[in-house]
């Protein structure tokens, strides 16, 4: 049994009650038992608390800008100031229900209008100097950095960590030598990364007899910005007709390269299907 403890998103409520209603439907469990497990569910407080969540969101923040876009240490720090920023509003829109309505609007349009500014406040002679991309060296300790920032604001608990940072380093690594063996198939590395992180989970749920459910997110969530990545934001930047399509069109085929390989991957550790389980192709 898995929790993630995300008070806003529900993930562990979802989890724990599907989980529940397997056991229910299974007979493993009475309908009184299983009342009284979902009202402990209900009311069990997250993992994390205020304070973790916002240093997670700005160290999340801070180590994708340099890892995943090619960014600066200016970049990183102007990054990981949003990502605070993100994150009070997100623990804003958690305790105001009228707000909430909004927050995806407002904190959209609030980064998008302070990121250009702060560019143009910064004096050029002072950026010139840290606008260099962070050397290739710093990526290990960038990657465990946004990993473990991930993994919180997922809620997941200290003990879930491990195999939740092995799946995403093997979807990380596979991601980023794709991207220097094959810059040509840019389509591909989503897929042939997912395949990667899909084996390692599943493999991991088969020796443990533990779910994959949380370590294939937490790979999958650190593989999307890397699929999208510089590639993406350039298309973004140099679409003529100025509408997006074609980076919407990316993340499309990023999208559909994930859920192929790890389909792939499932069908590759489990080819006779697998009994009242997930199935973590679809």
Known sequence: MISFG????????THLVNLLAHDLGKGYIEVPDALEQLDSIKKAPPTWGDIPMLGAYAIASFATA?????????DAGVAGALGLLVGVLTL?????STYHNVFDVTTSVLVAFVAPNIATVVDPAAAEEVCNSVPSLWYI????LAAIAINITFGASIKQWPPMLIVGGVGYAVSYLCGLYL??????????????IGVVGNLYARVTKQLAFS???GGVIILVPGSIGVRGAL??????????ATFALNCVVV??????????????????GKKRSVFLGL
């Open 6 to 13: 995300d008070t806003e998103t529900h993930t562990s409520e």
């Open 66 to 74: 340099p890892l995943f876009f090619a960014g600066s240490w200016l």
């Open 92 to 96: 804003l829109a958690k305790k105001s």
């Open 141 to 144: 300790l960038l990657f465990l």
């Open 183 to 196: 810059p040509t198939s840019a389509e591909a590395a989503p897929a042939i990364s997912a395949f990667a």
């Open 215 to 217: 370590p294939v997110m």
């Open 235 to 244: 298309l973004l930047l140099s679409d003529p007709s100025g509408n997006g």
């Open 255 to 272: 999208a559909v390269g994930i859920t192929v390989g790890l389909f792939a991957a499932t069908l590759a550790v489990y080819p006779t």
